[in-house]
């Protein structure tokens, strides 16, 4: 069974050492970007405080996930900026696992009744992926990437 683990100082470095196939590159960040974001803040559309995960397979890290809280934004009060699957572990439901775990932290703040996630264009597994969640697209662009919301709370 998958378990996700914080990013921390003893497990940065494995987590770093992920990646995805060649021609889905420019889909996401590099972890090591991620986790420098997580140190130094992301000030998109506001402050977003970060949390940053790395999804495990026993002792073996598979995958990367990062989510932020802006509880003074009014579109979504959380944010999914990163959600990667390590090339070798794609396509076992590594990403689904992520997914609906970030949505379970969600569900059971009542703050959060909007959460965003964005994706380039030509991602179809991601989209397909987060329409299946429950995220839909308002049709709106975060720089030249396609958001989606997923509507928690009627």
Do not use: C
């Amino acid at each position: 069974m998958p378990e996700i683990r914080p990013v921390t100082k003893d497990n940065w470095q494995e987590l770093i050492k992920l990646k995805v196939r060649e021609d889905q590159k420019h889909f996401v960040a590099s972890n090591l970007y991620s986790i420098a974001q997580l140190q130094f803040g992301d000030d998109y559309a506001g402050h977003w405080d970060l949390h940053a995960f790395g999804i495990y397979e026993g002792d073996t890290p598979v995958g990367f996930f990062m989510y932020g809280y802006d509880f003074e934004y009014p579109k979504q009060q959380a944010f999914i900026f990163r959600l990667m699957v390590d090339e070798k572990y794609q396509g076992k439901g590594f990403g689904r696992f992520a997914m609906k775990k970030m949505l379970e932290v969600f569900h059971a703040d009542e703050r959060i009744e909007h959460v965003g996630i964005s994706y380039e264009p030509e991602n179809e597994v991601a989209r397909k992926l987060y329409a299946s969640l429950g995220f839909v697209e308002p049709g709106e662009m975060i720089e030249s990437e396609v958001l989606a919301v997923a509507n928690l709370r009627p």
